[in-house]
C-alpha cells in the first residue's frame, strides 16, 4: 500500500512526478510527513475579488459581485489565474504571502502535495504550470492549447496537485450555470520531507512500476523553460529518463551524479 486514506503518500514509500513535456520523472522517497494528523484545511472562498471583471462563456464579461462568488457563465482565463494567499495567521512565516505552497530553493527537501475540492463541486478546475502559461492541449505535436472555457482538458470540483519549489501555479475556475455561486475550497494536504533515492537500479525499478510509487504526472505539456531552469535550480537535475529498457539504467546512473537532494 502507497497512499492512505486520504490519498496521501505514506511514509517510506515513493511518489513519482512525471513531466511529460520532457519526458523525464523525478522519484522521491517521503521520509516523513510534517502535518501529520492535521491534514485538512479549510481554506473558505477561491481568492477571486469583488469588482474583478471576468469573461464569459458567451464572449462578453461579467463583474464579480463579492469576494469568492463566480458569476454566472464565467471563468477565470490563464492571464488571471489564482494564487492561494497564506491566511493572516501565517503570513509572515511563509515563502510567499501571496502564495502559500510556494517554496524556494533551500526548501528541496520538502515537497507539499495536497487534494484541492473546491464547492460547489461542479465547478470546472484547471492548473497551469508555470502561472499564467497556458498547459493544456488536444494533439500535443500540434498544440493546440485549451483553455477551461474549453470542452474538455479540465477537472471537475477536484484536483490533485504536488506543487515543486520555486515554480508558481495558477489556478482557474469557470462556473458553466446561469446563476451566481459562492464558492469554497478545502484542502488535503501533506508537507512531506523528501529525499531522492540514490540507487539506480531501484529507481530504474520504479519507474518501470516492479516497484510500487505513487504515480502523478504534472500538467506540463509544453516545454516552456521555466520549470526546466527550477528544476536544474533545486534539484541540480530535470528529472530521470524514463526508463523502456535495461540500456536506460547507464543514463539513470548518471543523472544521479547531478541530484543535489
Known sequence: MVLDSLGLVLENRFLVVVIPALERA??????????????????????????TTLPTFEGGTVTVPADGVLPARSYIPTDKALSFSAPNEIASRVYDSNDMWFTREEARDKLFHFHMYVKPAFLRVQVDIPKNVLQSVFQYNKKITMDIYMPFNWLRGHVEVVYLPETYYG??????????????????????????????????????????????????????????????????????PIPTTKEDLKKIEEELKRVKI
Open 26 to 51: 523525478l522519484v522521491f522517497r517521503v521520509k516523513a510527513r510534517v502535518n501529520k494528523g492535521k491534514e485538512k484545511l479549510f481554506y473558505g472562498p477561491i481568492p477571486i475579488k469583488a469588482g
Open 171 to 240: 489556478f482557474k475556475f469557470a462556473n458553466e450555470l446561469n446563476v451566481a455561486v459562492y464558492t469554497s475550497v478545502t484542502f488535503i494536504y501533506a508537507e512531506y520531507l523528501v529525499d531522492i533515492p540514490k540507487d539506480a537500479k531501484l529507481i530504474f525499478n520504479i519507474l518501470m512500476h516492479k516497484v510500487p510509487a505513487h504515480w502523478y504526472t504534472l500538467p506540463y505539456t509544453i516545454a516552456e523553460g521555466t520549470l526546466e531552469a527550477n528544476l536544474e535550480k533545486v534539484y541540480g537535475f530535470k528529472g530521470f
